[in-house]
């Protein structure tokens, strides 16, 4: 079964500044997306990016950009110039590719960015 | 225009009472989920309908029976409610089979049962 482990319970970073948020992942399978979503207090769930596998090249975001590290099985997030609005629980979340009908999405538990004026 | 949504977004609710959830979804997917979110904020897959068909449930106990009377709806009904049913019950949709694809979430319904 696919994991994904969120190891930053917390992080805060400066109005301004640059943050990186830490997600591995595990799984047997060479074929699958990954996300990144943020839920803020009104607890919508927005996706922010979205990482397929089989491309090499990182993807970005405006503001936000990931590090794939495939072998690793390492998908970190990076948020650029954070902004007071960027406070929000962040999720990393793993999807399978293609075969089968299972397209459930597994998530990590959440990394809590506090964004400090 | 809301792509998915939900009905109610609050509830309160006593122990043993049968509540039910309704999701709409008006993107055209095929698919839908039921995910639900506790108290410590994890996230978690319950079931997923693919064209009115179940496709996953995630051992959830029978209380819970999901109900897709069209591709667009995916209701949720909970009988005789426990105090551990109280959380965050999530819809979302998407189209699996196209490349990229992105799951759509609703609002969330809050359910707290006392």
């Known amino acids: 079964a696919q994991t994904v482990t969120q190891s930053q319970p917390e992080m805060s970073v400066q109005e301004a500044e640059t943050v990186t948020l830490s997600c591995t992942y595990d799984?047997?399978?060479?074929?699958?997306?990954l996300f990144w979503y943020k839920q803020p207090p009104s607890r919508q769930m927005i996706l922010v990016i979205r990482?397929?596998?089989?491309?090499?090249q990182n993807a970005t975001e405006n503001r936000f950009s990931v590090n794939f590290q495939k072998a690793a099985k390492s998908f970190s997030l990076k948020i650029s110039d954070s902004q007071l609005g960027d406070a929000a629980m962040y999720f990393c979340?793993?999807?399978?590719?293609?075969?089968?009908?299972?397209?459930?999405?597994?998530f990590g538990k959440g990394t809590l960015l506090t964004v400090n004026p | 225009d809301t792509a998915v949504s939900q009905t109610p977004k609050y509830l309160v609710t006593q122990m043993g009472n049968d509540k039910s959830i309704k999701c709409e979804q008006n993107?055209?997917?095929?698919?839908m989920y039921w995910y639900k979110q506790d108290s410590k904020k994890f996230l978690k897959i319950m079931f997923s309908?693919?064209?009115?068909?179940?496709?996953i449930n995630e051992t959830v106990p029978n209380r819970f029976s999901p109900k897709s009377p069209d591709k667009a709806h995916l209701n949720l009904h909970i009988n005789s409610l426990e105090l551990g049913d109280s959380a965050v019950y999530f819809c979302?949709?998407?189209?699996?089979?196209?490349?990229?694809?992105?799951?759509?979430f609703g609002p969330g319904t809050r359910l707290l049962v006392l």
């Open positions: 979302a949709s998407s189209q699996p089979l196209r490349r990229g694809e992105t799951q759509y």
């Open positions: 799984t047997s399978e060479s074929d699958y997306y």
């Open positions: 990482q397929e596998a089989y491309k090499q």
């Open positions: 979340a793993y999807r399978r590719g293609s075969g089968g009908s299972n397209y459930k999405l597994t």
């Open positions: 993107l055209g997917h095929d698919t």
């Open positions: 309908y693919n064209n009115k068909e179940l496709i």
